[in-house]
């Protein structure tokens, strides 16, 4: 799929990754927007203890390590047709973590 049809994938909720990509396990996620009261470093010495924040939707990448890290898309990407949509992972009968 193109990289329009994964955009809407990772908006229904789906993972997607590229066959393309070198890592193994890697894949794309959209993290949902939320609101917190900011109450841990890093963000307590950037805006202060209790402060309330906006976290706005963006996109994450678990990649190759298992780690977790913000994604933007190169112009690769967003050109490339070798997306597709990555199942989700059961263990022990229950959902998977990211």
Known sequence: MNF???LDALK???RVSRSGW???GMFLFLVAG???TVNREPL???VGMGAEITYRPHIDMKDAEG???PWLASQTDMLADDWDVVPLA???GAA???
């Open 4 to 6: 329009g049809q994964a």
């Open 44 to 46: 307590a010495s950037i």
């Open 22 to 24: 070198n890592g193994k």
């Open 90 to 92: 059961v263990k022990a």
């Open 12 to 14: 229904e909720g789906k």
């Open 34 to 36: 939320s609101n917190f």
């Open 96 to 98: 998977a973590g990211v």
């Open 67 to 69: 780690k977790v890290v």
